[in-house]
């Protein structure tokens, strides 16, 4: 060969190592050439992303996790929340729907507990909101030949209304004889206003009279001297405040409450109203007192003096100065008391409030809306929000669930690791060991130690022991699949090789022989994630897991066994059903696309 030849070739080898070094290695590598040189991982990635069901499921997987960890980090829970009038709302936001033919032609509008009245300037009913009280009464089976109504006044779940005749009409929920009129009031002709609240009505007559009726022994109500002076009344679920004709206001209950120890030296009073617990009034002058057991933002001072009239919620007020603008305060789980900007830009002639809901009608008889319109997925028997309890049970599942297979893939990857490597009587010793925990019967064995010990510790201890037993109890499998996979990596070269130099044997097993099965791990351990979830929730579900209040997606459905929930109450067992379903399948098809991506050859054998 020719000095010039060689010469060349010395130069091509040389430009070649360079572009291998410092330029594109693609161009230098054939397509075969470069799939011998893609990493493990690389491989793995890429036979996963190919596979569309697992895609499709990580994303699904992604979406509920960030959900349930973004949504309680944003929004509390509090554990001790009750509220019997929101119980078994049906799911929506349609509680301040008001119909577009009342827009612009309003009179009068009366707040319920889920549900809203109106009444035209025509004389024409309107009920919106959630009006089914139970499967026999709908609130919208409004009384015919009614005439032209004045007056409407909505109470927990049933309407009262007053035409322009001075004739009752009543509908909804009979069950304590509140829609049953008295039959002195049949020939009364003489009523100034109407009332409704929870399971009781009254009317207050010209000459000052109050007719009261429904459950009275829950509604404390003793006129006493005072009937035939009254002017007008206010209500909650307890007791009656009055106001007399000469602006006192008295209390009209045979028992003291807080909300009936009348604040003196007020003056004379206009306008009077109640919330749950407090009672609050509007002087002459335009001052507002507000007296009882006051909680929450109700405890600060409100200092108005030009208020004209007062309207109250279930934990609020809200109130109509004389320059037309609209101030409320209380409680602001719904944003009841954040009165939008538009109404103060507006001329608001009249304010309606009732439990968590306001409307402001403006001088063209339109209204204004806001607190609460509904809920997503609807509330459980306490009036709970299913939404927030899902997005705070799935935080906890989860939880749960990550934890005990955290303790499962660790106890499991010291004992197979240790019992593969050595083999032996340590093997057998350890296989027998994990034989027997695996013969235990699983869940009533975690139901016995569920029952025995958890009634002794805390709530949040209990949670512990729970992720304890669930990791403790499912480990016999880990053990036994990362025992497969260190027999068959022992005796390859590089285990000689670091048996060779003097490497100890710990550091073979864990530094050496485990990372090289570790994919396999993570497919176990996926796949574990979401048996271990469902048996949270079978726990749960069944009594022995995480206790009420505290939500997981199993106690959730735990509430949910009855036939007529079921029937009746839907929402509250399948909203759960899917975020559990719908974690666990995706959990479990991630698993699956691991497993066939770390081996693409399974599919075939």
């Known amino acids: 060969m020719s000095k010039e030849k060689k010469t060349k070739k010395s130069k091509r080898t040389h430009i070649s190592l360079l572009g291998m070094l410092f330029g594109n290695r693609n161009k230098q590598l054939s397509f075969l050439e470069e799939e011998q040189l893609q990493s493990p991982i690389r491989t793995i990635i890429k036979n996963f992303v190919a596979n569309k069901v697992a895609m499709v499921s990580l994303i699904i997987f992604l979406a509920i996790f960030l959900s349930v960890l973004i949504y309680p980090a944003v929004n509390e829970i509090n554990l001790s929340y009750q ?31 889920k549900f809203s009245v109106g009444v035209s300037n025509d004389g024409e009913v309107f009920v919106w909101g959630k009006t089914k009280i139970s499967k026999l009464v709908d609130l919208k089976d409004i009384p015919e030949n009614m005439g032209k109504v004045v007056q409407v006044a909505a109470g927990t779940d049933h309407i009262l209304a007053l035409n322009d005749q001075g004739q009752l009409f009543a509908w909804g929920n009979k069950r304590n004889k509140q829609t049953t009129i008295p039959p002195e009031l049949k020939f009364e002709k003489n009523i100034k206003r109407i009332y409704s609240n929870y399971q009781s009505s009254a009317v207050v007559t010209e000459d000052g009279k109050v007719y009261f009726w429904g459950n009275t022994s829950i509604v404390d109500f003793k006129i006493g001297d005072y009937q035939g002076n009254i002017d007008k009344i206010a209500l909650n679920a307890q007791g009656v405040i009055g106001l007399t004709k000469d602006g006192e206001v008295v209390s009209l ?162 004992v197979g690791g240790v019992s593969g490597y050595f083999g032996g009587k340590v093997d057998m010793i350890l296989m027998r060991v994990a034989e027997i925990v695996a013969a235990l019967p699983f869940l009533p064995f975690a139901m016995i130690l569920s029952t025995i010990i958890g009634n002794k510790i805390s709530e949040s201890q209990r949670i512990a022991l729970i992720m304890v037993i669930l990791g403790v109890l499912r480990w016999p499998s880990d053990a036994r699949l990362v025992r497969a996979q260190v027999l068959s990596e022992r005796n390859k070269e590089f285990v000689t090789a670091a048996r060779a130099v003097g490497v100890k044997q710990k550091s073979i097993i864990f530094r050496h022989i485990i990372p090289n099965v570790i994919s396999v ?57 899917i975020a559990l379903g719908l974690a666990t399948i995706s959990i479990n098809l991630i698993g699956d696309g691991l497993r066939d991506a770390v081996d693409p050859k399974a599919n075939e054998r």
């Open 83 to 113: 509220e019997q009038t929101q119980q078994n709302i049906s799911p929506g936001r349609n509680m301040m729907k008001v119909p577009d033919k009342l827009q612009g032609n309003i009179k009068e509008i009366s707040v319920g507990s």
């Open 253 to 414: 209950t045979s028992k003291e409450f807080s909300f009936s120890r009348i604040p003196e030296n007020m003056g004379k009073v206009i306008d009077i109203a109640m919330t749950a617990q407090t009672s609050a009034a509007v002087a002459e002058d335009g001052k507002v007192y507000v007296w009882g057991n006051k909680t929450g933002d109700l405890e600060k001072e409100i200092n108005i003096d030009n208020a004209v009239s007062i309207q109250s919620g279930r934990y609020h007020y809200t109130v109509l100065l004389d320059n037309g603008d609209v101030v409320s305060w209380g409680h602001n789980d719904f944003g009841q008391a954040s009165v939008p900007t538009k109404v103060n830009k507006a001329n608001i002639k009249a304010v309606y409030s009732g439990y968590y809901q306001n409307y402001a009608i403006t001088d063209k008889d339109n209204a204004i809306t806001w607190g609460l319109k509904g809920y997503l997925l609807g509330t459980d028997g306490y009036g709970r929000d299913i939404l927030n309890r899902i997005m705070h049970g799935g935080r906890m599942t989860m939880l749960i669930g990550a934890i005990a297979i955290i303790i499962s893939i660790t106890i499991g990857v010291i």
């Open 521 to 577: 791990i993570i497919v176990s351990a996926t796949l574990g994630f979401a048996g271990a979830m469902l048996t949270e929730s079978g726990l749960s579900f069944l009594g022995f897991g995480v206790n009420e209040p505290r939500p997981t997606w199993g106690n959730m459905l735990n509430g949910s066994q009855s036939s007529k929930i079921i029937l009746e109450y839907w929402w509250r067992w399948v909203f759960p059903s």
